[in-house]
């Protein structure tokens, strides 16, 4: 069967099938042909989600039982529709189905109880359409960091953020609160909603004024904590000998946090502390970093404007409101992506360039998402207008005091 594979089940199979019922070959109550429509799109709009789910390593339980609820929908859809095809003698139901079989078509849908199928059907996948957008599922398509193991968030840890636009007057921002006459320990807490490209930013500004510091460096928190793994991480970035003995010598978190506390105690020092999910994480990580009246700065990433607030708990101390790409900024972000220069967009193309910005939401992330996905498309209206269907209206993240995204 073509179409079939096992993480996506029968669906490309089900979409091409469904496609030829609706050909001007197979005449189709009206009732019926309504229905099947429906089913064509909404599997078309699903079908980007289905393949991106199936090629994840790794996935929470409420995708793997969504993208199991799918595949087992895709077989049983196959079935009615093979079914079906089979009492008229074509299984295949391949284009050229002879005209004079139009009548006896359209009275087996009615003989065999097949529009009763197709609407249990539609009730399915309404069912199932309603269910992806209540747990956000479409947030795979562009924030894969909850579910790979290689962490998206590398690129802009360890590169240098290039073709991205409107960055250098935020990490000018950010870099004017962090060099305030103060010489005590002072947080920039930067918060946003996923997408926004909070780490890109506090990398820039960490490259841009790290030289002026004497010691430097940059961890991720992420959802789950692994306090040990991170000071670890902090260490064998500012003194590579004290890093080396601890790993020979195994040492556990109370004797990380001391060693870190000695070595910064009389140094300037820069951190970015990126990702940050929960408070009393931030407590932790906190602990280890003293407040040694030298001058020295913390750059904080949260999506959680509760934890931002935390993590600015002195009085010097700036919390950074991230802001979205403004409609100018997000048709240079994707215009550049896709032709390579910020203004160059055939006039067919900007209707439905506008539709998909619209959807994006003026988030980095999704932007270029969407964009590396178009660049290796034909450039014509037809294929741009299936994919932005198909990406429905899941890109927008907000801040949220509860975790949610």
Known sequence: MMGVGVG?????????????LLSDEYTLLKRVRKDITFLERELRRMQILVNTLADMEELDKLAKDWKSSMRDLSYDMEEC?????????????QPGFAKRTARRLKTLFVRHGVGTQIKELKARVAEECERRQRLNLDNYVVSPTRTVKIDPRLAAFHGVAKGLVAIDERRDQVISLLTEETM???VVAIVGGGGLGKTTLAME??????????????VSVSRTLDLEKLLKDILSQIDED????????????????RQIQRILTRKRYLLVIDDVWK????????????????????????RITKVAKSCCSNSGDQLYQMPHLNVVDSQRLFFKRIFHSDNSCPPQL???SARILRKCGGLPLAIITIASLLASKPQNPDEWERLQESIGTGLSYESDDHGKI
């Open 8 to 20: 996506t089940g029968a669906l490309g199979s089900v979409i091409g099938k469904l496609a030829t």
């Open 81 to 93: 529709i093979d079914r079906f095809m089979l009492r008229l003698g074509n299984g295949d139901a």
């Open 184 to 186: 005590e320990l002072k």
């Open 205 to 218: 500004v960490y490259r841009k004024i790290g030289e002026h510091f004497q010691c430097r460096a940059s």
């Open 242 to 257: 004290a890093f080396s003995k601890c790993q020979a010598e195994r040492w556990e978190k109370d004797k990380l946090i």
């Open 279 to 302: 408070e009393q994480d931030w407590k932790f990580v906190k602990a280890a970093f003293p407040d040694n009246y030298n001058g020295s700065r913390i750059i904080a990433t949260t």
């Open 350 to 352: 900007e209707k439905v």
